[in-house]
């Protein structure tokens, strides 16, 4: 009885704190809306003031980042990394790949943009990364909005700055969201990952399609892990399936050895038969 007690009031208490948190979510951080599309249709301004709609851009496998562009705290050492991680990826950016880079402050202009994007872009050490290849936009509220919601970014005006969560966010050719990398830190090996999943198998190397079934995505850890089960598998089945051929041939040699083994097994049993045949004739004429 007690413990019926104990898990109706359990129960009573979750069934509130649920409700509460579902109707009331954090109003900062980013909720995960893995495989749906963020609307290509919208419309926004580029560094040179020039309106420009996401379709055009997001051709390729396209590596997101939110931010704005006066941050005093997280935002530039967010794009620093990005630009640490595709300065280290064996990737060509423009070909492969696209940056993006869109500020959810409706009051920044293109001007803002550009010469943040002039800073970073002169910040690559072993490329020169492509003006065209990654660009810095800025939007009307209601755009920002949209899209926003579409990635799940959720962020909060604090006075003239903003408190909002940091990461990228990897989006397919068609506007796919594929992968979400959380943080100020990025490896990479799961950078040039995400592209290559992003790609939907538009990139062509077949190391690069070894890479992608030798790894999984790790959503706890938002990283790349080795896939040993799979791996161990396919080796197995690889090995078994060595094995049968190896049956198969040989028994097909057995039975194609055999006929030849009974015309030899018969001639000797000819000539064995002779043997004795001559012998007794032998025997009988002394």
Known sequence: MRYKQLVTLLF??????FVFSQANPPEVGIDEKLGEFIPLDLVFKDSNGKEVKLGDLITKPTVLSLVYFHCPTVCKPLLGAK???LDRIDL???KDYNALTI??????????????????????KSKKFPEDAWHFLTGDEATIKKLTDAVGFRFKRDGEDFIHATGLIMLSPKGKITRYFLGLSFLPFDIKLGILEAS?????????????YCFRYDPQGKRYVFDILKVTATVTIFFGLIFLAWLVVSSRKKRAAAPARAREAAKKETKEETKEETKENETKEE
């Open 12 to 17: 009573l208490l979750f069934v509130p704190w």
């Open 83 to 85: 630009v640490d991680v």
């Open 92 to 94: 060509v950016p423009g």
């Open 103 to 124: 500020s959810f402050n409706e009051r920044e202009t293109p001007e803002n943009a550009k010469t943040i994007k002039d800073h970073f872009l002169g910040s690559f």
């Open 200 to 212: 939907e198998g538009k990139i062509g190397p077949t190391i690069s399609k070894v890479l992608l």
